[in-house]
């Protein structure tokens, strides 16, 4: 029974002794950060003059078996070489925690023992480690709208810092244009290698640059034929394409065909005009400037000019050549022809083909007669 008192009494002197002189100061008892950096706990710690300090530890707050308890951090596996102590065996009690989890989030406590007592502190660290989420507002964006990137994070907003495709991005807020569709993330000043992951900026835009591209250049020969090609940026990509033709003369439009390319087979005279593309996507719609396709109309005269100096050249060289022949047919039957002449007088057209037959019957006698 003595012996149970004594222990009560030495307990309770033993707790009330402790609190005298002896103190755990954390310079920043809260403290939030980006996973996977690094975070130091600033701490000193005092005692009585004269004792001597044997042990120091730091404990995390865990819920083990239903209640809270103090483990020591050399007991958690996932500790190890993560933490580095920077105190000593004085008065500094600083610990450093690398690579940062998000399930380091915690309580933390320090305690030491001196050659008299054991003291554990009774104020603590709370540690937040939080990741950065970037986020695009609205999620849908065209050009003209006012876009916000927000940067989230549980620590009370430090300086965040923006990149866009990589690069530094002045302003997180801006009126979007086509050029603004990118990968952006973000992070907190002066721990740039530690950002949120990529978040993708898409600006729908209509239809722009609108050109159309002619396959052949110069002027078109009649009976050919030409693609026209109508190109643009458009984001979603163009959905549909409409070709016009404007007769020169007139404001008149006429749909002359769809589809990105406007193919004309054997081409007339009336195809000449100006021609012009139309854009589509489900934003908007755009149209290419004019282009003039003209039909060459000489072409005709250039035919007629080849086939005339066919012609001369069938005369020249070959209505000599027939004469001659002609000429030596001639002589050759001139004598039959006239022995027989009078038998033909007279003779109807329906009969001129049998007269015909007879004529060359007699050309063959007359042949193998003179060839005798
Ligand atoms: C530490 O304790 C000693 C005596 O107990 C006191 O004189 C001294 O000011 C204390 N130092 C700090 C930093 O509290
Ligand atoms: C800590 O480092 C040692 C030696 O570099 C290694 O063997 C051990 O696996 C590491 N522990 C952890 C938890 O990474
Ligand atoms: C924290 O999470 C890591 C994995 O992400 C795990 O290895 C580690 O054991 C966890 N630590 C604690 C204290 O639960
Ligand atoms: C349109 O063309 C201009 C000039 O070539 C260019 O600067 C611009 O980026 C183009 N627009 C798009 C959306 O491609
Ligand atoms: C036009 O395009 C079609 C299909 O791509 C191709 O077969 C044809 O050769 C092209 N014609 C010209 C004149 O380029
Ligand atoms: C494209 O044409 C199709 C069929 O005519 C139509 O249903 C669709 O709405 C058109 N798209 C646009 C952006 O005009
Ligand atoms: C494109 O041309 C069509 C036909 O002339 C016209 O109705 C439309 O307004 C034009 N669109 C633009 C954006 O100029």
Redesign the pocket.
Known sequence: MEKITAVVVLLILKSGTVSAGWSVTFENPNICAIKGSSVDFRCTYNYTDGETVTKTAWYKGAFKDKIWTRVRLSDF??Y??RTEYHGDLQHNCSLAIHELQVNDSGYYYFRFDTNKFGQRSKTSVYLSVTGLSAEVHPEQVRAGDKVTLECITQCQSPSIVWFKDGLPLAKPEFRAQAEDSGTYFCAVKGQESLHSDPVALDVQYPPTNVSIDVSHSGSLALGSSVNLTCSSAANPAAENYTWYRRASSSSFLLLVGSGEVLSLQSLEASHTGLYLCQVRNSVGEDNATEVLLTVDRNDINRVILFVGIGLKVVIVVLLPLVVIWAGRKTCKSAVNNKEHSHDYENVSASQENKKFKDKIKDKTVTQKEMYV
């Open positions: 596996p996932s190890d070489n």
